[in-house]
């Protein structure tokens, strides 16, 4: 599974705990949302509880948020699924000895570190509220076009 792929996922479940946290929060029930399958989502739910954003229980299907979805941000998210993982990474593999070949990983990296910053930056102002609250309003609009 390619990284932004994760991500996605373990977004989706983090939202879809909040949304039916009155429902069936089984991993059947999520991975159907999803569209993958239960170990993928009890393996990612366990990576989200191990970062601390989600509580479980052993024996029980009762998923919540470890805190409010205010004060979860994307780059928690992303934290938690990719501890350390870059954004972007450049081709180590390239000619030494000629002028671009030799210097691009250079040039990259500088690149690379600002753009991760930069959007480092940006997904800690996303909240899980936010994200949910867009989903609600979604949800509406397609309900209300009916």
Not at 14 to 22: G, I, N, Q
Not at 117 to 125: I, Q
């Amino acid at each position: 599974m390619k990284y932004g792929h994760k991500l996605s996922d373990a977004v989706h479940i983090l939202v879809y705990v909040e949304m039916f946290k009155h429902g069936d929060l089984s991993s059947k029930s999520i991975a159907e949302s999803v569209e993958s399958n239960p170990s993928l989502i009890r393996r990612l739910m366990s990576t989200l509880a191990k970062a601390g954003l989600l509580q479980t229980t052993p024996g029980t299907v009762q998923p919540r948020l470890a805190r409010p979805a205010s004060e979860i941000s994307l780059a928690d998210v992303y934290a938690a699924i990719e501890p350390g993982e870059r954004l972007l990474h450049v081709d180590e593999k390239t000619n030494p000895r000629c002028p671009v070949g030799g210097n691009i990983q250079g040039t990259l990296n500088s690149v690379y570190d600002r753009v991760q910053h930069d959007a480092l930056r940006s997904m800690a102002e996303v909240s899980l509220q936010s994200m949910i609250d867009d989903v609600r309003r979604r949800e509406q609009e397609r309900t209300d076009r009916g």
